[in-house]
């Protein structure tokens, strides 16, 4: 199928030439046919001599009416713009053309109609001259009188030649539908239509509108009820659970995940200068229209803060209208969907400077040159395809990340010398990075991570090392007899020093304020199973030469382990 829209002057028989094409009358409301002028959009759709379907989407000519007639043109990919030969170029003929050259739209055909009242030729010249200098370039003309017929194959045919010449749609793509209409049906609910330009809905595909999810309980294509639909069509969706009143005209149905919704955008002016254009202005793109305030950022780029966020992709096309002047500036294209914020003095200059190198077009190595860290996702929603999965580090980011872990972890040895080794959080909080596996990632040799640590390969501190050297000699000695908490003290070895001893792997911890040596529960366990069994605590204390205050925690210890167990009565016994 291919989706072309009218465009031209009210009056010039734009809804004629559609109803002669496709013998279907493509106003809907009956203040439109008593008053016979079209005021919203219109739909209908004929079978080509090729065999192909196209479907017109009607515009109201009329100045009052531009906003109609915008959120028409904007999702479809092609123009017919009609011009009568009685009449010639017009102001709508001029406003129609600069909406569709600010949409960058490089496909149209030129319809000059009413040729039964006069002389097509210079109607023809003059369209053919405006044409000429917009985005569309050189098209065909076309001659017509819906009145007589005269023209009409010969106009069939050229539609035949158009579509043809359609680039075919990216079916891979996330759908971004624009709603142009919305409605409730009797026993089904809320039904939204517009043109899908890109991708491919099904029935129970999940989506999302206006960031909810959403699920679409059926489709139709003109008129016929259908299973999936295939881009560029027009289509009609039933979704299920949506209110009517949540959904309408501007709003999107897109692929979740797929879109950033935001409503702050970096932009390229395609038109008047950044520097005259007001400081509102509406933007229009696909069927929506929203108000935005312009910050100028040099002298084809600007920032705008939108109304409401919309779900937009970097290179985008949209146009910008002043409505005080009854005017289209121009077009726009979307440099940036998530730019940064401007608070320092000077950064806004500095973002015109780089504003200026872009061009765009959605650039994976860009994107990650600019903002050094970003996640794959992040990108997907950008409308570019990411390099890889997870987080993406620009790889001159990724080096100067490198020396300052280094320099980081250096510093928080020397900050902690009895526990030297830093937590993989403390240094990604050093490095404002979002995600510990980032840090992981960012280790080289000799650096090691071992139970959520980075191992730095540095000893104890000489003076921790002695005094826990004095602490393995009396236990060498006597190998259960822990040192007491005077002892302790008095080498100066409180729980920050001992914790860090039995991390280095020199001391056994037991309990609070008892330590050992590394091996001293294997060594219990095998006395105590010399023990007549089963054996009393008392009975088990004699054995290991050791105090109740030892004892108790010891048994403790090998219960946990298993190499013991306590019985009803209280006595214990080691394992079989």
Not at 260 to 277: C, E, I, K, N, Y
Not at 363 to 381: M, P, Q, T
Request: net charge positive; no cysteine.
């Amino acid at each position: 199928m291919w989706v072309i829209a009218t465009a031209g002057h009210v009056d010039h028989g734009k809804s004629t030439l559609v109803r002669a094409l496709t013998g279907m009358e493509p106003d809907r409301w009956a203040e439109e046919r008593r008053r016979g002028m079209t005021i919203d959009l219109g739909f209908a759709w004929t079978r080509l001599p090729s065999g192909g379907t196209v479907a017109f989407v009607d515009v109201p000519g009329h100045e009052r009416f531009v906003p109609n007639m915008l959120a028409g043109v904007g999702p479809v990919p092609a123009a017919m713009l009609v011009v009568a030969a009685d009449e010639g170029w017009r102001p709508q003929s001029a406003e129609h053309l600069a909406a569709l050259d600010a949409l960058g739209v490089r496909h149209a055909l030129l319809v000059v109609s009413r040729a039964d009242l006069a002389d097509p030729g210079p109607a023809t010249r003059q369209a053919l001259a405006e044409l000429a200098k917009t985005s569309a370039g050189t098209v065909e003309a076309v001659a017509v009188s819906a009145v007589t017929g005269a023209g009409l194959d010969e106009l069939r045919a050229a539609l035949d030649r158009l579509g043809a010449a359609l680039p075919p749609p990216d079916l891979a793509a996330p759908v971004r539908l624009w709603v142009d209409r919305s409605f409730t049906i009797r026993g089904s609910g809320t039904v939204v239509t517009g043109t899908l330009g890109a991708g491919r809905l099904a029935t129970d595909a999940d989506l999302e509108l206006g960031g909810r999810p959403v699920r679409v309980r059926g489709l139709q294509s003109l008129g016929e009820p259908v299973s999936t639909v295939d881009a560029v069509a027009r289509v009609a969706v039933n979704l299920r659970g949506v209110e009517r009143a949540a959904a309408g005209r501007g709003d999107a149905l897109v692929t979740p995940g797929r879109f950033t919704f935001t409503d702050l955008v970096d932009v390229r002016m395609h038109g008047d200068p950044v520097a005259d254009l007001p400081a509102e202005v509406v933007l229009h793109i696909g069927s929506a229209a929203v108000p935005a305030r312009v910050r100028p950022l040099g002298t084809d780029t600007a920032r705008l803060r939108l109304g409401r966020p919309l779900p937009l992709h970097a290179g985008d096309r949209a146009l910008l209208r002043d409505p005080g002047r009854h005017r289209v500036p121009g077009g726009i294209t979307v440099l940036d969907v998530a730019p940064p914020a401007l608070r320092r003095r000077g950064a806004a200059a500095a973002r015109a400077v780089e504003l200026s190198k872009m061009d765009g077009h959605p650039d994976a190595a860009g994107e990650l040159r600019r903002r050094r860290l970003v996640h794959a996702d992040e990108l997907a929603r950008m409308g570019i395809t990411p390099p890889g999965t997870g987080w993406l580090l620009d790889p001159d980011y990724e080096r100067e990340l490198r020396s300052r872990l280094v320099a980081e972890v250096r510093r928080y040895s020397t900050e902690h010398p009895v526990d030297p080794d830093p937590p993989l959080d403390a240094i990604r909080r050093r490095l404002d990075l979002p995600d510990r596996a980032l840090v992981e990632r960012l280790l080289t040799p000799p650096l090691t991570v071992r139970d959520g640590r980075i191992g730095t390969g540095h000893g104890l501190p000489d003076r921790l090392r002695r005094a826990v050297d004095a602490v393995r000699a009396d236990l060498a000695a006597a190998p259960f007899a822990a040192p007491d908490a005077d002892r302790l003290t008095a080498l100066g070895l409180g729980p920050k020093e001992v914790a860090a001893a039995v991390k280095a792997g020199l001391l056994l911890r037991v309990a609070d304020g008892i330590v050992l040596l590394p091996g001293a529960a294997e060594a219990a366990a095998e006395r105590l199973s010399r023990l007549p069994q089963p054996f009393t605590l008392s009975e088990a204390r004699q054995a290991l030469a050791t105090t109740r205050r030892v004892a108790v925690p010891l048994l403790e210890l090998l219960a946990r382990r298993g190499a013991t167990r306590r019985l009803p009565d209280g006595r214990h016994t080691t394992a079989s």
